[in-house]
């Protein structure tokens, strides 16, 4: 879906003299409701988001690493900058490799830049064949002041690490009416932020339109045996890393569907499922179930003429099985 069909803005009407309003609960609850929310990072934690409902994706530096399991395919559905090394040709090179839905172009630091990105975008919707939601991070208030208002972006709403923060040089209000992506920070703190860009305020501004949201900082913090829970961080020792991830992104889901920000869509019944699941989640070459996860990933799962989907502890186990029992033709 294009940007202006993924969130139509809100706008404000004037009910009568002297006073503003900026639309029924109706409205303002479809500016807050997001359509994606991301997780940027490779195999195992983003096919663990992917099944959740994240939308996943990478930065162009690196790749999901998943290439190397037998039936792991989780689609790059948004591709984030290299903003330690921006190179904006190798990012549309990348671009055009990958075919995301989702683009985070770049940090804009001056009008110029903005500019630049604005007519890149122009050339993605022109050429690539799926429809976009490409987002530009103004740093400056020449940047946004070029960006605003344009159609074919959505505004980067910098929070969490960034240098420089989208209210170090504009006001709340400016963001108002915008299609924006929240960039980094955890929940609790986008949500504030969903609240500043959207509730009614006295003056009647329309509210922000909440496009998308990402944040990857849970995964960095399991490392150090704490888990994000809709209660605080939490000890985590007694998990495994995957389990640590796995559950924070379960804490996040269940934040943001709380608070009618998690969207209707879901990427795996749009797309695909991230693994390739047999008929029955039982190895053919020896009969035992697959107990876990990464065993159905490291499987060998072949789909049949017949209709039939079976597992293999591996290759040549699925070679001894098909000769010694003449299964049907696989499907090419």
């Known amino acids: 879906m294009s940007k202006s069909s993924r969130h139509p803005k809100t706008t404000s009407t004037t009910p009568g003299s002297g006073s503003r309003t900026t639309g029924s609960k109706q409205e303002l609850a479809a500016a807050q409701q997001a359509t994606y929310v991301a997780f940027l990072h490779r195999h195992p934690w983003a096919t663990d988001a992917y099944e959740l409902g994240f939308v996943t994706g ?11 399991l037998a039936n792991v395919d989780v689609p790059v559905l948004m591709l984030d900058n290299d903003f330690t090394d921006p190179d904006l040709n190798r990012y549309v090179q990348r671009f055009r490799e ?4 989702i683009g985070v172009l770049g940090d804009a630091y001056s009008a110029a830049e903005a500019t630049r990105y604005l007519d890149v975008a122009q050339r993605l919707s022109e050429t690539v064949d799926v429809d976009l939601t490409l987002i530009v991070v103004p740093k400056c ?3 946004f002041d070029v960006l605003v208002d344009e159609s074919q972006v959505v505004l980067g709403y910098a929070m969490g690490y960034s240098d420089t923060q989208a209210l170090d040089f504009t006001d709340p209000v400016d963001w108002r ?7 980094g920070a955890s ?23 909440v496009v998308g949201l990402d944040w990857n900082g849970l995964q960095k913090v399991a490392y ?6 809709r209660d605080g961080w939490q000890p985590a020792d007694h998990l495994s890393i995957r389990e640590t991830v796995r559950r924070g992104l379960r804490e996040i ?7 009618g920000v998690w969207p209707d869509s879901d990427p795996t019944t749009e797309h695909r499922p991230a693994v390739k699941q047999p008929d029955d989640p039982v190895f053919v070459s020896s009969g035992a179930d697959i107990q876990t996860r990464d065993g159905l990933e490291d499987a060998t799962v072949v789909e049949y003429d017949n209709g039939q989907t079976l597992a293999y502890q591996s290759e040549q186990a699925r070679a001894y099985i098909e ?6 033709p696989a499907i090419a």
């Open 141 to 143: 208030r020449a940047a």
């Open 323 to 328: 000769h010694r029992h003449g299964t049907p």
């Open 224 to 229: 150090k045996g704490e888990m994000w829970t």
């Open 177 to 183: 009416g915008q299609d924006v992506h929240l960039l």
């Open 98 to 101: 990958y075919r995301p839905e």
């Open 58 to 68: 990478v930065r162009e530096d690196y790749r999901l690493q998943d290439a190397y």
């Open 187 to 209: 929940p609790p703190k986008q949500y504030a932020a969903i609240q500043t860009l959207t509730q009614p305020t006295i003056t009647g501004d329309p509210p922000a339109n």
């Open 253 to 259: 889901k269940a934040f943001w569907q709380a608070r």
